[in-house]
Antibody, heavy 119, light 109 residues
Framework: EVQLVESGGGLVQPGGSLRLSCAASGFTFRTYNLNWVRQAPGMGLQWVSYISSSSSTIYYADSVKGRFTISRDNVKNSLYLQMNSLRDEDTAVYYC????????????WGQGTTVIVSS | EIVLTQSPGTLSLSPGERATFSCRASQSVSSSYLAWYQQKPGQAPRLLIYSASSRATGIPDRFSGSGSGTDFTLTISGLEPEDFAVYYCQLYGSSPLYTFGQGTKVEIK
């Protein structure tokens, strides 16, 4: 079964750090580009970051640039998001999502991990 | 930055009815990069339509997409109980890399 499973969310104080992980299974992880997408409580979807299959191309949303770092380990079949200098507005469910190279759509999503930034 | 505006915000319909909702881009975009997603409460989004009009794997044919330029439409030909959800359009390839509309909620009338 094709699957993405996020972990690492939790409660953190403003200014703190957190590292999210996304474990992949059921597909050839090293050949797919991946994304992090977040959803604040009661709000819509916001793209956060993208990483190509070889990690050669990385993009960030302006709202997280300089604070978040995306990375991947193609041996461990895992995607990561290092989040530093967290703000209240970073509170959200964070999803990892696979980009389908035929359609450009995000065709596989994890179940999400919740990050709460609060003092 | 291209902005996607979805309308209406909420659609109240009965099962069996036809649902049509709009996604308007602030400037002309390639239909190749326009997608639609469905999200149910407590669940991750699911890809429905890519390239504006192509159904993703496993998506029933009651879902269809159309449009070009700045105006795109998602149609559900006859609502099933499981179709009551929030629908998002998404653009790929602009700046930022992915942009989502704010969503349209389809609720039971």
């Amino acid at each position: 079964e094709v699957q993405l499973v996020e972990s690492g969310g939790g409660l953190v104080q403003p200014g703190g750090s957190l590292r999210l992980s996304c474990a992949a299974s059921g597909f050839t992880f090293r050949t797919y580009n991946l994304n992090w997408v977040r959803q604040a409580p009661g709000m819509g979807l916001q793209w956060v970051s993208y990483i190509s299959s070889s990690s050669s191309t990385i993009y960030y949303a302006d709202s997280v640039k300089g604070r978040f770092t995306i990375s991947r380990d193609n041996v461990k079949n895992s995607l990561y998001l290092q989040m530093n200098s967290l703000r209240d507005e970073d509170t959200a469910v964070y999803y990892c999502a696979r980009r389908n190279y035929d359609t450009d759509g995000m065709d596989v999503w994890g179940q999400g991990t919740t990050v709460i930034v609060s003092s | 930055e291209i902005v996607l505006t979805q309308s209406p915000g909420t659609l109240s319909l009965s099962p069996g009815e036809r649902a049509t909702f709009s996604c308007r881009a602030s400037q002309s975009v390639s239909s190749s990069y326009l997608a639609w997603y469905q999200q149910k409460p407590g669940q991750a989004p699911r890809l429905l339509i890519y390239s504006a009009s192509s159904r993703a794997t496993g998506i029933p044919d009651r879902f269809s997409g159309s449009g070009s330029g700045t105006d795109f439409t998602l149609t559900i030909s006859g609502l099933e109980p499981e179709d009551f959800a929030v629908y998002y359009c998404q653009l790929y390839g602009s700046s930022p890399l992915y942009t989502f509309g704010q969503g349209t909620k389809v609720e039971i009338k």
